[in-house]
């Protein structure tokens, strides 16, 4: 594949998109095993944005969102970041939930697993904060994501009847 891509032969650019939000996934997953970062995942973070970016910048490029809209492959990108940060060494609970609160507050529609991730990042947040202010705002987001379990795998609703709500860890 890659020397197609080099060629210019890359077929479908949602194809294309998927194949770099996969292998980033896939070395973010090696990455939190504690290899090191020998492919640059970096790297592949600034070639899927400037992919995106020059989607929405030019028209003949609307295949890319043929799938997905724009909104949607950016939460996939910005939950991809989210995994990065938490895995790196400095990592910054506070960025997270940034990139965590702007999914969930500036997109009309979010991604039911990009969700999760972003409340897991806000999770981070108030945990590693122990702030008490933030209580009932943890109890929202327990719900939030409870609500988008369910909806992700239905047999979850019996499991919700039978207690108050459920963790990201139990899914």
């Given at each position: 594949m890659e020397h197609r891509i080099q060629e210019g032969l890359t077929g479908a650019e949602d194809e294309h998109f998927d194949l770099l939000l996969g292998r980033i996934n896939g070395l973010l997953t090696l990455l939190r095993m504690n290899y090191n970062d020998l492919w640059g995942v970096e790297a592949l973070f600034e070639d899927i944005m400037k992919m995106l970016s020059s989607?929405?910048?030019?028209?003949?490029?609307?295949?890319?969102?043929?799938?997905?809209?724009?909104?949607?492959?950016?939460?996939?990108?910005?939950?991809?970041?989210?995994?990065?940060?938490?895995?790196?060494?400095?990592?910054?609970?506070?960025?997270?939930?940034?990139?965590?609160?702007?999914?969930?507050?500036?997109?009309?529609?979010?991604?039911?697993?990009?969700?999760?991730?972003?409340?897991?990042?806000?999770?981070?947040?108030?945990?590693?904060?122990?702030?008490?202010?933030?209580?009932?705002?943890?109890?929202?987001?327990?719900d939030y994501q409870t609500t988008l379990l369910m909806n992700i795998d239905p047999k979850l609703k019996e499991t919700k009847r039978r207690r108050k709500s459920l963790t990201l860890e139990e899914f």
């Open positions: 989607a929405l910048t030019n028209p003949n490029h609307d295949d890319l969102f043929c799938k997905i809209g724009p909104a949607g492959r950016m939460q996939q990108i910005d939950a991809a970041l989210i995994k990065f940060m938490e895995i790196n060494e400095n990592y910054d609970d506070a960025a997270a939930a940034k990139i965590g609160i702007r999914m969930l507050v500036e997109d009309e529609y979010v991604l039911p697993e990009e969700a999760l991730k972003a409340i897991r990042a806000l999770m981070n947040y108030i945990e590693h904060n122990e702030a008490k202010k933030f209580s009932d705002l943890e109890f929202t987001l327990i």
